[in-house]
């Protein structure tokens, strides 16, 4: 679906829209009345109105319900079609139970990453270098085992955490027949899926509002010299914009600052981006030791949740190490969202300054 759709047809149900994947949903209290047929048949309208047709056996309806007996909510039509109603869907390449349980979902990549271990047995009796038989086990296996992880693995039951430890075993013992995986996981400079996997009930994140980075872009270095010092930061070796990507604990993208000039401070850009007046007090914002922002926040009500400083000290605490272990396996997501940003290849190479203009637009 193209974007103005909710604008053409206002939805009365929530909708989410990823190209042309389109989700609408509802929740029906006792006794209520679905208005489902009713955005079914606007967005049927729509398509026809943009020489488009939905294909019904491409939709299906999903019921979820904790009630014993299940209400008969009577089936969803597509142009006089009934949707298939179906107990499981796939949704962006994950599987949505209506028990709401990821069982299905955790069998589906267990058994799609397992195929792939017999990629690495041939390139393994190949002879490919150890460092590249690493890279390939990130790359077909360890990415299906994570995908979209911040949705489901925090409420994962122990066994179905232990089916995708499995599958990392089972790849480490091909790449490393000799060593016990302890020692495989060091030599693929890996982690257990149990411990990289987030984990939002720990106490450091239970009033976490978000998780927050820097981001820089490199652009042209200006003639003048006045603007090239404005624009080189301290930290990097090129004229940059920089900006803050702002994810929420479970690992949506819910905001981006406006780009400034690379010499900005992070406090400096903190308080310029729009991010303060969204805070509520008792929010707490997780960020990086750069960040030295407590002072701009206490007076919102608000804290920073970041790595210990070690100081003067000559080593940390073994709690200080603990909490910052913790912080850094979280901050692992941010990360993650700026990477997303970074696919855009129009970010590959230095902005030229005849886009300095536009450069927030883009």
């Known amino acids: 679906m193209i974007n103005d759709l909710a604008i053409e047809t206002p939805l009365l149900s929530s909708h989410w829209k990823y190209v042309d994947d389109l989700t609408i949903s509802e929740a029906i209290p006792s006794g209520g009345t679905s208005s489902l047929q009713k955005d079914l048949d606007a967005i049927a309208q729509w398509s026809s109105r943009n ?49 709401l349980g990821w069982n299905e979902h955790v069998r589906e990549i267990v058994s799609k990453a397992s195929k792939r271990l017999y990629i690495l047995r041939v390139l393994k009796r190949s002879g490919i270098p150890p460092e590249d038989l690493i890279n390939i086990f990130y790359a077909l296996v360890r990415s299906v085992l994570e995908y979209a992880c911040v949705t489901w693995s925090t409420s994962l039951p122990i066994y179905l955490k232990d089916m995708i ?36 009930s720990s106490p450091c994140t239970q009033h976490c509002r978000a998780i927050i980075d820097a981001h820089e872009i490199k652009v042209q270095a200006p003639s003048s010299l006045v603007l090239n010092s404005e624009m080189y930061p301290s930290h990097e070796s090129h004229t940059t914009y920089q900006g803050n990507v702002v994810i929420s604990p479970s690992g949506e993208i819910i905001h981006t600052s406006s780009l400034f000039e690379g010499s900005i401070s992070d406090k400096e850009l903190i308080k310029q981006s729009s991010l303060l007046p969204l805070l509520q007090p008792g929010d707490q914002i997780m960020a990086d030791k750069g960040f030295v922002i407590q002072d701009i926040l206490t007076p919102l009500g608000c804290s920073v949740v970041m790595p210990s400083f070690l100081s003067s000290k000559q080593q940390f605490s073994k709690g200080e190490l603990r909490e910052s272990k913790k912080i850094h396996i979280l901050r692992v997501h941010v990360e993650r969202a700026i990477r997303r940003v970074e696919e855009f290849h129009f970010f590959d190479r230095v902005i030229p300054l005849t886009m300095a203009g536009s450069i927030n637009q883009i």
């Open 51 to 99: 020489n488009m047709n939905l294909n019904p056996k491409k939709c299906k309806e999903l019921v979820i319900s904790s009630l014993r007996t299940r209400p008969d909510l009577g089936p969803l039509c597509v142009n006089g079609r009934p949707l298939e109603r179906v107990s499981s869907h796939k949704v962006l390449g994950v599987t949505i139970s209506d028990t």
């Open 165 to 200: 430890e499995r599958v990392q075993k089972r790849a480490l013992r091909i790449l490393f027949p000799a060593l016990s995986y302890k020692d495989a996981i060091v030599a693929a400079n890996s982690t257990r899926l149990n411990k990289h996997m987030p984990n939002f």
